[in-house]
């Protein structure tokens, strides 16, 4: 069993940044934090869970949504079993409740965006975008 914790959610005004964490932790049944894929979803009040943008487990690959491109970046750090999300110029559209998630383990380096592929999930964290 993976145990997923995000952390720094928090508000923030348009225009401005901030960096989400999730650590890993956890049996993961012999397989390390690098055979996971992980990945960034949101919900926001009333809308379903959408994908933000996901890394592959050894960090070659990455994928973004359209409507983060160019201002949210995702990174591993697999020493320290941790994935970060870089947020930039944010939106008050990116208000929501943000949640990392694991998929493996794998062997290749690939990303899915759908969330039933996902085995972990964290408890999410807030971030809200005030205009």
């Known amino acids: 069993q993976v145990q997923l914790v995000e952390s720094g959610g928090g508000l923030v005004q348009a225009g401005g940044s901030l960096r989400l964490s999730c650590a890993a932790s956890?049996?993961?049944?012999?397989?390390?934090?690098?055979?996971?894929?992980m990945g960034w979803f949101r919900q926001a009040p009333g809308k379903e869970r959408e994908f933000v943008t996901g890394i592959s487990n050894r960090g070659g690959r990455t994928l973004y949504a359209d409507s983060v491109k160019g201002r949210f970046t995702i990174s591993r750090d697999n020493a320290k079993n941790t994935v970060y999300l870089q947020m930039n110029s944010l939106k008050p559209e990116d208000t929501a409740v943000y949640y990392c998630?694991?998929?493996?383990?794998?062997?290749?380096?690939?990303?899915?965006?759908?969330?039933?592929?996902?085995?972990?999930w964290g408890q999410g964290t807030q971030v809200t975008v005030s205009s």
């Open positions: 998630a694991a998929n493996g383990p794998i062997l290749r380096e690939s990303i899915s965006f759908n969330p039933n592929d996902y085995d972990y």
């Open positions: 956890g049996r993961t049944s012999g397989r390390t934090f690098s055979s996971y894929a």
